[in-house]
């Protein structure tokens, strides 16, 4: 188990940055976020620890190697033997139950499936030491000859577990050099509790709702009415985006306390108007690094229509297989690539002629659908909640239960839509804009923004009380 919610805000955070700001030097700074990350990970078990240093001492004798070789053939056999070993090692963890499933149902052997636990955040820091390798095999970062300082990037526990997905290209100067200015710490606690705030109070809340709407169980599910369900997915539409953009905001946040500039990993997908914009908005950080290190290598849109589709093809495949070991998640990433197909193919072009709202209602309606394939890693399950939604589980349309939820939920609700909107976003930037441009009044923009966090805090702080473990989706990726 990963830091309870209120150990790590209140205990291991302060802690983590009391040291770090004790420390005088970069380097005393390093290493003390060195130790804290690798307790933090620790903490989920030890053994998993050595997991992380293992793969980061491969990818950093990789780098070295291939950066010290005069010879392409060679500098390429590392690449490929440090790609390879590293994917292998994702690959036991991941999909070994996976693929001894599909031979047990074709073979029937083996007669037992080992239980292999997945090491959390390995997904994540295996896509950035492989980012690391490659930028060496290019040229475009120098190799990192200190393997603690590899080890710093692999393991800094702001985004570790569950991203953003950090090229070293994008911190390589701030591990050396950087310092932190108190506007930008400010701007990172802020950021840190908006976070803590999105994912405690509403992603929290969203997901007992969805939980309560849309059971697991078969059986419960077929007595859901089809409202219920219809608005259970609403709800976990909402949870998983508040959820993730949550995390990705305390990361940034927390990296931005200690010098670090994390990119940006959301930029409000709702508002999309195609599936082509919502994934230039989705989880920025996995898309670009398949982009970059699939897409791109594999030819891109450079050689005819046919291969771009082909290389799409590879791309969602690889961008379902890697959110989960589940034939649910491969259904989902080539569910998107059907649609990037039509609309690199004609919808883009047609939509030039069709009105902004009608582009909107249409990519609200293809992500909705999207996030059933998600949500469901049964099949027979997701069969269930799709006969239902359309009443041909004989469970009607409605019901007072639900209707009740509905009802003490509806501000809940409203509440959530909006923060997953750039509503919120640009009422603050007019407010600041308004204290500005008041002279008699300069000192109330510095009270907003010094209140405007510590009541976020107290928020969170009272939705913890409740419960003192909140595991994030992605966790499980």
Not at 43 to 48: A, D, M, R, T
Not at 374 to 395: E, H, P, S
Not at 443 to 470: D, Q, R
Request: proline share 4%; hydrophobic share 50%.
């Amino acid at each position: 188990m990963v830091f309870s919610s209120m150990i790590f805000v209140f205990l291991f955070l302060p802690l983590s940055l009391l040291a770090y700001f004790l420390c005088k030097t970069t380097k005393q700074k390093n290493i003390s976020l060195l130790v804290s990350s690798l307790i933090f990970y620790s903490w989920g078990g030890p053994k998993y620890l050595l997991i992380l240093l293992s793969m980061t001492a491969i990818c950093w004798g990789a780098g070295i190697l291939i950066d010290r070789s005069d010879e392409e053939k060679v500098r390429k056999m590392i690449l490929i033997a440090a790609i390879v070993l590293m994917l292998a090692i994702l690959g036991y963890f991941k999909y070994t139950g996976f693929f001894l499933g599909i031979l047990q149902g074709i073979t029937g052997f083996p007669e037992n499936i080992p239980q292999i636990v997945l090491p959390i955040g390995i997904s994540f820091y295996t896509f950035q030491l492989l980012s690391y390798v490659v930028d060496v095999y290019r040229g475009e970062v120098p190799a990192q000859e200190h393997y603690w300082k590899l080890l710093l990037y692999s393991s800094l526990f702001h985004q570790c577990i569950a991203g953003p997905i950090v090229r070293y290209q994008h911190v390589a100067e701030e591990i050396d050099h950087r310092r932190v200015k108190l506007s930008e710490m400010a701007d990172g606690m802020t950021r840190f509790m908006v976070g803590l705030a999105k994912k405690l109070i509403l992603a929290d809340g969203l997901a007992t709702l969805a939980d309560r709407l849309v059971p697991a169980d078969v059986s419960s599910l077929k007595a859901t009415p089809a409202l219920g369900i219809w608005m259970g997915i609403l709800f976990y539409m909402l949870q998983i985006y508040l959820d993730f953009s949550a995390y990705s905001d305390m990361a940034i946040g927390m990296g931005r306390m200690v010098g670090f500039h994390y990119h940006e990993n959301f930029d409000y997908p709702y508002v999309s108007k195609s599936v082509t914009e919502f994934w230039r908005r989705w989880h920025i950080s996995l898309g670009s690094f398949f982009r970059d290190y699939v897409y791109i290598p594999l030819g891109g849109n450079r050689k005819g229509k046919v291969r771009q589709y082909v290389n799409l093809f590879i791309v969602w495949f690889l961008t379902g297989m890697w959110h989960g070991a589940s034939w649910n998640y491969i259904f989902w990433g080539l569910y998107f690539f059907c649609f990037l197909v039509l609309e690199k193919g004609f919808l883009l072009e047609k939509f030039k002629k069709v009105p902004k709202v009608v582009q909107h209602i249409y990519l609200l309606v293809v992500v909705y659908f999207g996030w059933i394939l998600f949500r469901f890693t049964d099949l027979g399950v997701m069969g269930t909640a799709l006969k239902g939604m359309f009443g041909l589980n004989g469970n009607g349309f409605s019901s007072m239960q639900v209707g009740i939820v509905l009802k003490s939920n509806i501000f809940f609700i409203i509440v959530a839509i909006i923060g997953s909107t750039p509503l919120p976003k640009k009422a603050v930037e007019k407010f600041a804009l308004f204290c500005r441009r008041r002279f008699a009044i300069p000192h109330l923009l510095y009270a907003a923004e010094l209140i405007y966090p510590i009541v976020l805090l107290v928020l969170s702080t009272m939705t913890m009380a409740g419960n003192s473990y909140h595991p994030f989706l992605y966790f499980q990726f």
